[in-house]
């Protein structure tokens, strides 16, 4: 079975400060997925960013960058020099490559920037 | 294309009720998920459908719960005799489901609220 743990409830930080969301999975998978989604207040859930499990290449969009560790199945969100529109509830999930390809999502981590 | 929408946004109803709601995919993705999210959790799959098949269903997806996409474009998820405990925000996600991006977008969600 899958699942997806983000053991951080809520986050709180000033603005401008850098902040990391961690997620750690488990899958008995060899080929899967990994995502974040954002989901601010208004409800709908954001695609940010999809990894396949064998590119465990970082990478960097603009502030947001992800850092895949297949060694530690974790799969951590660092947003860089936080702003008060980045509060929402980010989600961590996990998908396998074949079959329903459905989604397993952790708990999720609520992100406050304070002006 | 605006993306996937979903109607209603709110539904309030009685315990005993029945209520249907709606999902417009992205146009041409043949693959189309619901989802419950209850307050504080992250989503749950419930059902999907590659084109109008309904492949598999998720053991939360009780009897009194109906899905259906008859030509593999909307779908309706239809609750019976609706109780208190299906009080809920109501996802869908398509996805192209071919090839390796399996990336789902989701609607804006229904939420029930069952008094």
């Known amino acids: 079975a899958q699942k997806v743990t983000q053991a951080q409830t809520e986050i709180s930080v000033v603005e401008k400060e850098d902040v990391t969301l961690d997620c750690v999975y488990e899958?008995?998978?060899?080929?899967?997925?990994l995502f974040w989604y954002k989901q601010p207040p208004s409800g709908e859930l954001v695609f940010l960013i999809r990894?396949?499990?064998?590119?465990?290449q970082n990478e960097i969009s603009g502030r947001y960058s992800w850092n895949f560790q297949k060694s530690t199945s974790s799969f951590n969100f660092t947003i860089t020099a936080s702003q008060v529109v980045d509060s929402a509830v980010y989600f961590c999930?996990?998908?396998?490559?074949?079959?329903?390809?459905?989604?397993?999502f952790g708990s999720g981590t609520r992100l406050q920037v304070q002006p | 294309d605006t993306g996937v929408s979903q109607d209603p946004r709110h539904k309030i109803t009685k315990r005993g009720q029945n209520v249907t709601f709606r999902c417009d995919p992205i146009?041409?993705?043949?693959?189309l998920y619901w989802y419950r999210q209850t307050l504080g959790q992250g989503p749950e799959f419930l059902t999907y459908?590659?084109?109008?098949?309904?492949?598999?269903k998720s053991r939360l997806l009780s009897d009194r719960f109906s899905a259906e996409r008859p030509k593999g474009s909307f779908s309706t998820l239809e609750i019976q005799r609706t109780e208190q405990g299906d009080s809920a925000m109501y996802l869908c996600?398509?996805?192209?489901?071919?090839?390796?991006?399996?990336?789902?977008?989701f609607g804006p969600g229904t939420r029930l609220t069952v008094l």
């Open positions: 996600a398509s996805s192209p489901g071919l090839g390796g991006h399996n990336e789902q977008f």
């Open positions: 459908f590659q084109n109008e098949a309904q492949l598999e």
């Open positions: 999930a996990l998908s396998e490559d074949t079959g329903r390809r459905a989604l397993t």
């Open positions: 899958t008995r998978d060899t080929t899967y997925y």
């Open positions: 990894r396949n499990s064998f590119d465990e």
């Open positions: 146009s041409e993705h043949n693959r």
